[in-house]
């Protein structure tokens, strides 16, 4: 468990990410993908980062993450960079750019649990060949798995923007950190974050910049560096049923979150609030939100079955979605 304190300088900064960090979304995804489990809620990247295996320089690029980048678990923070939003190459040249003893220092820790090769220690050395190679496979590996999909992810980063500003403007910050994740917990003034390391930080006193993404993987990340805001990147539900963001009008009218989850009902036949808040990735308070609006638009059902409540769709739910009514409704 990691936890933030938070000062007064950083709770009235949050902010969230204006968009998507090219580069920082690909290692994470190529990390991500690995898990056959956790791949199987984006298939269509997972068909095509599997199909890059056995093509060329894609299948190059795609081994050479393999091996520079661990398994699982924390990533060097060098190579997420505050900069190079704007593009891959702006993003590949920000982590060319960092200093030879973080690279070290962030690579050896990284590595406390793999092998040691020579490629492994070169790049642990911050070899300028070896950097030019990791570079280079990035950028082809998000031309060949990221790029066609690229559009729709940045769509559905926005969405998912505009649900929690309006969370945040609705709740305040504690309502904010709350629904964010069930990994994230905000006991005041600490952010708890179940991530990928544990230890004790103070907020840098530049704020808190929140980037939802689908691809974080199966736990929210975080980077402090001194001079720049926490960093949190949480995971949000992917693009519904491999579609387009930009496509999905039901999106566009309830929220990316509120349409995933009358799908996730329509899927299972009915959740209760804390099946349907594990089955979308948000918080149980989220959950139960979510939940009350779509009631009270008519468009699913509650009852209580001992102590937890169940949800459904209604008639109209299932007429949205065009799958007409649910069985034992008319």
């Known amino acids: 468990m990691l936890r933030l304190r938070l000062g007064p300088a950083d709770l009235c900064r949050v902010r969230f990410a204006s968009r998507l960090h090219p580069v920082g979304t690909a290692l994470l995804a190529g990390q991500w993908l690995r898990d056959p489990t956790v791949a199987a809620m984006a298939p269509a990247l997972a068909e095509r980062a599997a199909a890059v295996e056995g093509t060329g320089a894609a299948r190059a690029a795609t081994a050479v993450l393999r091996h520079l980048l661990p398994d699982r678990g924390r990533l060097p923070d060098f190579i997420t960079p505050f900069g190079g939003l704007e593009s891959v190459e702006a993003g590949v040249e920000a982590i060319r750019a960092t200093p030879a003893w973080r690279v070290r220092a962030e690579v050896i820790e990284a590595y406390a649990d793999t092998t040691v090769t ?9 070899d300028p060949e070896v950097l030019e190679l990791f570079g280079g496979a990035v950028r082809t590996w998000f031309d060949a798995v990221l790029a066609p999909q690229w559009s729709d992810l940045v ?19 504690a309502g904010l ?3 964010l994740h069930p990994a994230i917990r905000w006991r005041e003034p600490v952010l708890e974050v179940r991530t990928w390391w544990s230890g004790e930080l103070n907020g840098t006193g530049h704020g808190v910049l929140l980037l939802p993404s689908p691809l974080a993987g199966p736990r929210p990340r975080v980077l402090v560096e001194p001079g720049h805001p926490v960093l949190l990147v949480y995971p949000v539900p992917m693009p519904p ?19 995933c989850v009358l799908r ?4 299972e036949g009915g959740l209760t609030t804390t099946e349907l808040s594990r089955a979308v990735g948000v918080s149980l308070s989220s959950a139960s939100e979510h939940a009350t ?11 209580r079955q001992g102590g937890a409540v169940r949800h459904h769709l209604t008639p109209l739910g299932a007429g949205l979605l065009g799958a007409g009514p649910p069985a034992g409704l008319s």
Do not use: K, M, N
């Not at 020579?118 to 911050?126: D, G, I, K, S, V």
């Not at 769509?155 to 910050?173: D, F, I, K, M």
């Not at 009008?249 to 349409?259: D, E, I, M, P, V």
């Open 241 to 259: 049923r491999g579609g387009t963001a930009a496509d999905d009008g039901l999106g566009r009218l309830l929220g990316a979150t509120r349409a």
């Open 177 to 179: 950190f709350a629904g």
């Open 264 to 267: 996730r009902l329509a899927d």
């Open 155 to 173: 769509s559905a980063h926005g969405q998912q923007v505009t649900c929690a500003s309006e969370r945040l403007a609705r709740h305040g910050v």
């Open 293 to 303: 609006a779509l009631r009270a638009a008519g468009l699913i059902a509650s009852e």
């Open 118 to 126: 020579p490629l492994r220690r070169r790049f642990a050395a911050a």
